[in-house]
């Protein structure tokens, strides 16, 4: 009887585990550009003599694949790629996004994440490294970064912004799409990578009131003690100690307009939504010695009154994934109300800081 109880719950694993394979056959698909060889029906042989991958690896992915339907059987052996499922990894279709998303997950997050015995027996953490992935992670941050630039665009009409300076900017994917509605805005991208940075110059040189600087965060600051109007603080607060985020903010004192605003996205931990999903990217990210803990709700409150800023319009962006957008402003929100109305906010959110105000006044 114990037996047969062991070997049930074993069962129930083992079903749990099933949803992984989509991602792993996707990841592996996408990285040899197999749904493309199989874009019209082939054989497992024909593919194999072509590419010259083993015969027998390629054969067990073509038949998860059929099993995950990502793939169809055809007459005379041959399968093709079911472009229903699997468009956004094939050709001129192929997302970026989506490879970036598998990417990171399959060579980083889960890699890490099977570590954890050794890390916690040990104690001794993993180390990101940024030359190697610095890359896939500015792709993917870009990618999230999608879902608040409708916010940021009203935001830049409205306070009629002349320059901005987007810290930690990756590729500068953020800084292009700006600048296509905006190619007066002097911007500026920073960030510590050489070689981002280097690829970021290369994808931007259609945009002559974009440029890009190597720097840390921590302590760059704009040429000639120059103000700016507008500072991105996207995906980054993750790469700084909790301890050390306040005089990160309190540095940008120094060259943010007083009537400026920080745009603020990061994925925060314990909060409603994507519970799962953000206590997951925490574990990731505590695993290494170079990479910290998510903020909370409470955290990034005192750490922005500590530093002298009103924050206001914190809402999730992507819920599943517990990914947070809000501004900073060393200014009263009250005084920003028109930008804040433009930029989307809520009436229950512009009632609150109007309450506050009225309270602090008494």
Known sequence: MNEWI?????????????????????????????????????TVEAISEKTGYPYDLLASWVKVGVAVKHLKKRPNNRYRTSKKKCASLMGDNQSPGVKALLKEMMELHLPTLLMYPDIMKSQERAEFNHDRHGEVVAETSALLEHFAIKKIKRMIKDKKVGSIVDLGC?????????????????????????????????????FPNISFQVGDINSWKPEQEEKVDVVLLHNIFHYIHPADRGE???????????????????????????????????????????????????????????????????????????????????????????????????????AANQTTELTRSS
Request: hydrophobic share 35%.
């Open 248 to 350: 990160l903010l309190s540095h940008l004192h120094t060259y943010v307009h007083n009537q400026g605003l920080i745009s603020v996205i990061t994925p925060i931990n314990e909060t409603e939504h994507g519970e799962a999903f953000s206590s997951a990217f925490n574990s990731f990210f505590v695993a290494h010695s170079n990479l910290f803990a998510l903020p909370n709700k409470n955290e990034l409150s005192e750490v922005s009154q500590n530093c002298r800023y009103e924050l206001f319009d914190l809402d999730p962006i992507i819920k599943e994934g517990s990914w947070y957008t809000c501004w900073l402003s060393p200014s009263s929100p009250v005084k920003e109300m028109s930008h804040t109305k433009m930029a989307g906010s809520s009436e229950q959110t512009l």
């Open 170 to 206: 990756g590729h500068g994917g953020y800084l292009r799409k700006l600048a296509f509605e905006f190619p007066h805005v002097e911007m500026i991208g920073v960030d510590i990578n050489p070689k981002v940075v280097e690829r970021a110059r290369e994808l931007s040189s259609q």
């Open 6 to 42: 062991t070997a049930m719950q074993a069962r129930k694993w083992m079903k749990k585990n099933e949803s992984f394979l989509p991602s792993w056959h996707a990841y592996v698909g996408s990285e040899l550009g197999l749904f493309d060889e199989f874009k019209t029906a082939r």
